[in-house]
T-cell receptor, first 108, second 116 residues
Framework: KNEVEQSPQNLTAQEGEFITINCSYS?????LHWLQQHPGGGIVSLFM???GKKKHGRLIATINIQEKHSSLHITASHPRDSAVYIC??????????FGTGTRLTIIP | NAGVMQNPRHLVRRRGQEARLRCSPMKGHSHVYWYRQLPEEGLKFMVY????????ESGMPKERFSAEFPKEGPSILRIQQVVRGDSAAYFC??????????????FGPGTRLTVT
């Protein structure tokens, strides 16, 4: 069965802390996506990766294909990073299967 | 270069009415996906379309739901005889032509359907 699991479900941290959100998937994938859902509900694609590591500003995404695991890191976290972070996967086809999301709250 | 557009942003329907949700993909994109997010739940795939073709509708409920992506105009997700359980946020995403698994999907702002 194609499954995506995320942890933690909820994460509260102080401004400036280093944040890590984890994602595991059950079987081989074509690509792993990280999405951000704002409090207002809109969804933004942050990364799509199939190997290695990608960086954009304070955000870093890594993937380990052998371990079927990906992480999203946020350096120098800021209250505006507060959102739900969702990992999703293509299991060899076009449709995305989503994790349940990690609700991140950064306290000033 | 406008992003993915969805309208309406909010839609209220009474039980038994029809709901029509529209999605205009990004310019140059030919793949459209519809996803549903039920209250307090994660996103779930519904249907994947290319122009004039339904490629994968494995996530669509068998009854009352249909989708189309005509040669001209937006993609439409149609829900007939809505029930309270259809209340959700419906997101559309699009991706460029080519092998879809190789491309990011760009999401619209969503349509929030409330059935009273």
């Amino acid at each position: 069965k194609n499954e995506v699991e995320q942890s933690p479900q909820n994460l509260t941290a102080q401004e400036g802390e280093f944040i890590t959100i984890n994602c595991s998937y059950s079987v081989g994938i074509s690509a792993l996506h990280w999405l951000q859902q704002h409090p207002g509900g809109g969804i933004v694609s942050l990364f799509m990766l199939s190997s290695g590591k990608k960086k954009h500003g304070r955000l870093i995404a890594t993937i380990n294909i052998q371990e079927k695991h990906s992480s999203l890191h946020i350096t120098a976290s800021h209250p505006r990073d507060s959102a739900v972070y969702i990992c999703a996967s293509n299991f060899g086809n076009e449709k995305l299967t989503f994790g349940t999301g990690t609700r991140l709250t950064i306290i000033p | 270069n406008a992003g993915v557009m969805q309208n309406p942003r909010h839609l209220v329907r009474r039980r038994g009415q029809e709901a029509r949700l529209r999605c205009s993909p990004m310019k140059g994109h030919s793949h459209v996906y519809w996803y549903r997010q039920l209250p307090e739940e994660g996103l779930k795939f519904m249907v994947y379309l290319q122009k004039e073709n339904i490629i994968d509708e494995s996530g669509m409920p068998k009854e009352r739901f249909s989708a189309e992506f005509p040669k001209e105009g937006p993609s439409i997700l149609r829900i007939q005889q809505v029930v309270r359980g259809d209340s959700a946020a419906y997101f559309c995403a699009s991706s460029p032509p080519g092998l879809a698994v190789h491309y990011e999907q760009y999401f619209g702002p969503g349509t929030r359907l409330t059935v009273t």
